[in-house]
């Protein structure tokens, strides 16, 4: 994966307010930490590092130039984001050389297409890899062409680039191939979910009825007190 150059400038503001007013500035609040140094509060630019992001993935390499003069390589370790507004709330990066070995989650994707009236489970849908901190794959795949029902694909059947080595044992289920359910088996469940349903309406229509019941009850009671002090 190539390397995205970006520019960052240090921290000065931390908490929570300080990450709110810095992400109000357009900017990812980020903190760079490894190889026993000591962790560096920076700002990214909210753009260019969703970009980065969006078109290599949560691996991406970053060159980052800091605007005190600092310039050092670097790997997202984890990703805050705001869930809603889909926006980056902050990012842990750790700090990578040229040439050194690194483990990372890197995603799987299935290709081609599995034998007729057959479902995929997903078991895992990332695999641990070692690699080059500045070769880490963006994804990697594994073949489901032509499997048939009760086959599964393991760690082992993935494709890996050279020079990137699994970190997992090589017989963990990434996929299991299953057999559809027949139209037969789909139309017997259907009895069932509607005898559910009725019985969830039923339990709901007897709880509305004992609350309107209890709420009734008082305005009666209410008359009757009413009444006798009327005539008192």
Known sequence: MSEVKISAEPRTEFGKGGARRTRRAGKVPAVLYGHGEKP?????????FAAAIRKGGANQLFAIDITDGTQVL????????????????????????????????????????????????HDHDTLSVTADATKVPDHLEASIEGLEAGSQVTAGDVQLPAGVELAVDPALTVAAVTAAPTAEQLEATLPEVEVATEEAEAEVGEVTEDSEGADAAPTAEGGENTEARTEA
Request: proline content about 7%.
């Open 40 to 48: 560096k509060h920076i700002a990214l630019p909210s753009r260019e």
């Open 74 to 121: 670097a790997l997202p370790k984890a990703i805050q984001r705001d869930p809603i507004r889909d926006t980056f709330e902050h990012v842990d990066l750790i700090l990578v050389r040229r040439g050194e070995q690194v483990t990372v989650e890197v995603p799987v994707q299935l290709t081609g297409e599995a034998a007729r009236d057959t479902l995929i489970v």
